[in-house]
């Protein structure tokens, strides 16, 4: 598998990554990587954000969100 860096839009059928370049070193950092098993690294968001579908008891898994009583909830796992 090659990795290309483009500016702009990009479709993948097997997930993708964006990235930053450093203007001084010219070092590539991962930011978010997109895919089946997807992470952010930093996320800001402006206007609505919409969760759908998160389940309304504890998961039982650190970091996973949920809603119980109309409140959002961290997990703190096992």
């Known amino acids: 598998m090659s990795?290309?860096?483009?500016?702009?839009?990009?479709r993948s059928e097997n997930g993708f990554q964006?990235?930053?370049?450093s203007?001084?070193?010219?070092?590539i950092t991962v930011t978010a990587t997109f895919g089946a098993?997807?992470?952010?690294?930093d996320l800001t968001a402006s206007?609505?954000?919409i969760f759908s579908d998160l389940p309304t008891s504890d998961p039982v898994v650190a970091g996973q969100l949920y809603v119980t009583?109309?409140?959002l909830m961290v997990s703190?796992?096992?």
Do not use: E, L, R, W
């Open 23 to 27: 203007a001084t070193t010219g070092a």
């Open 47 to 49: 206007g609505v954000v």
């Open 18 to 21: 964006t990235v930053t370049k």
């Open 37 to 41: 098993a997807t992470s952010i690294t």
């Open 3 to 10: 990795n290309t860096t483009f500016q702009g839009p990009v």
């Open 69 to 71: 009583a109309g409140a």
């Open 76 to 78: 703190a796992g096992a």
